[in-house]
């Protein structure tokens, strides 16, 4: 019995006659005219359409055996099931929550982290937990805060002996920190087999300091700029983040253009990334400054329409858009988007483990503990590792399923109370936007 695939997306491209048609589970994807867009319409209400556009349709898995699908997404489940278990795990360490920084967007500043101090018998216990619970899959590790490279001298003392461990457990660092002090760090971080140093910069100068600012006050962006400088002239890889709202967006411009000036986007060790100021557990910006998921790309769209040097800096990825456009070929289904307790977990200075860096400090969400002994919630483990696509039961009927995943397993929670609930993402109009960014020109 043949039917329409429960996995197609149909829409119209962004300031365009065109439509697009995908299909992740076929690993298909089209732009079709007006004509052939009317005939994709005509056909779904059940008219007669050309037999040589159904024939298309059913060649590339839009039309589909009912029965032949269901045996096509079980064996793609399975696949990923399989690539996943072979994928490498990102294990996150928080040496502690404090920050030199009081950022007005913090989620973190209503932690009520515990005072006493990392120790090397609980470094010990960190590497010795994971050379036991993840022997023989590869890993590596992610210092997160607070902010790590707080320039104290006992911290510079954990952190060496930190990093002195994770080399001789051949065992890879990256380190997200404000920047401020990565010139106080630089020869501490010669120590470790550095993948990436994540830094965050909000803007240029002004912009960046009225957001990220030291507690008592005192500008940051100056020193961060020169931290990220010396990273690069020693080979030590960046990854420069923007947090995104309505009060700094609009100089995304002039943060790309400084950076292309600087030389970094030549920098083969320079990369981007934009991130979403949102409510995560606790936010201090005001509801109205925060964009949407939609909202922030459509702005991003018509920024670099009118600023394409932007895209010399950052190039969003307008869901599977940019993918398929600089590999001619769609990703493979999305089954999963939360790597909670799957290729991510996270662990903490007070011995405690948790899922993923959303929820690690949040002492209701603790899912055991590698020091002073080991304990594991196990059931509360196993749902977060049961949590795909196929368990949340909003998105087993849902055609976008294949593309977003169900989203973020520690947001659905902060909704619904439930981890195998959605996230959801608008797939579809970050595709309309993204097929008028990589792929037509045509405007109305």
Avoid at 192 to 211: K, N
Wanted: aromatic share 12%.
């Amino acid at each position: 019995m043949y039917n329409f695939s429960k996995h197609n997306i149909f829409s119209r491209i962004k300031e365009s006659e065109n439509s697009f048609l995908v299909n992740l589970l076929n690993g298909s994807a089209d732009i079709l005219d007006p004509a052939e867009a009317d005939y994709f319409v005509k056909l779904m209400q059940g008219a007669e359409v050309p037999e040589t556009f159904s024939n298309m349709l059913i060649e590339k898995g839009y039309i589909v055996d009912v029965d032949e699908e269901k045996r096509l997404y079980r064996n793609k489940y399975l696949e990923f099931i399989d690539n996943r278990d072979e994928e490498e795990v990102q294990l996150f360490f928080v040496p502690n929550y404090s920050c030199n920084f009081a950022c007005n967007y913090c989620y973190q500043d209503k932690y009520n982290y515990p005072r006493e101090l990392l120790t090397k018998d609980i470094i010990d216990s960190f590497f010795y937990y994971v050379s036991i619970e993840f022997a023989g899959r590869k890993s590596y590790i992610t210092i997160f805060g607070g902010e790590p490279l707080q320039n104290s001298p006992y911290q510079r003392e954990m952190l060496s002996y930190f990093l002195q461990k994770a080399r001789k457990a051949e065992l890879e660092i990256c380190l997200v920190t404000n920047g401020f002090t990565l010139l106080e760090y630089i020869d501490i971080l010669k120590l470790a087999d550095i993948r990436e140093i994540q830094v965050t910069l909000d803007g240029v100068g002004e912009t960046h300091d009225s957001r990220r600012f030291l507690k008592g006050g005192g500008a940051t962006f100056e020193k961060i700029v020169d931290g990220i400088d010396a990273c690069l002239s020693r080979n030590f890889p960046v990854n420069l983040r923007m947090v995104a709202d309505m009060d700094n967006i609009d100089s995304l411009p002039e943060l790309a253009k400084f950076a292309i000036d600087k030389g970094w986007t030549v920098n083969p060790g320079f990369k981007t990334q934009l991130g979403r100021n949102y409510e995560l557990h606790h936010c201090q910006s005001v509801s109205e400054k925060l964009f949407s998921r939609i909202s922030l790309y459509e702005h991003i769209y018509e920024l670099t329409k009118k600023h394409p040097h932007i895209l010399e800096f950052y190039k969003p990825a307008y869901s599977v858009s940019k993918f398929l456009a600089e590999n001619s070929s769609l990703p493979d289904p999305l089954f999963d988007a939360c790597p909670a307790c799957k290729t991510e977990w996270a662990f903490d200075y007070t011995g405690t483990i948790y899922s993923c860096t959303a929820t690690v400090g949040k002492a209701d969400e603790s899912l055991g503990s590698f020091y002073p002994e080991v304990v594991k919630n196990t059931e509360l483990i196993e749902e977060w590792e049961r949590r795909d696509v196929t368990e949340i039961s909003a998105c087993k009927s849902c055609n976008l399923q294949l593309a977003c995943g169900g989203g973020c397993g520690s947001v659905a929670k902060n909704i619904s109370g439930n981890i195998c609930s959605t996230d959801c993402r608008p797939v579809t109009e970050l595709l309309e936007i993204g097929f008028a960014s990589f792929f037509n020109t045509e405007t109305k």
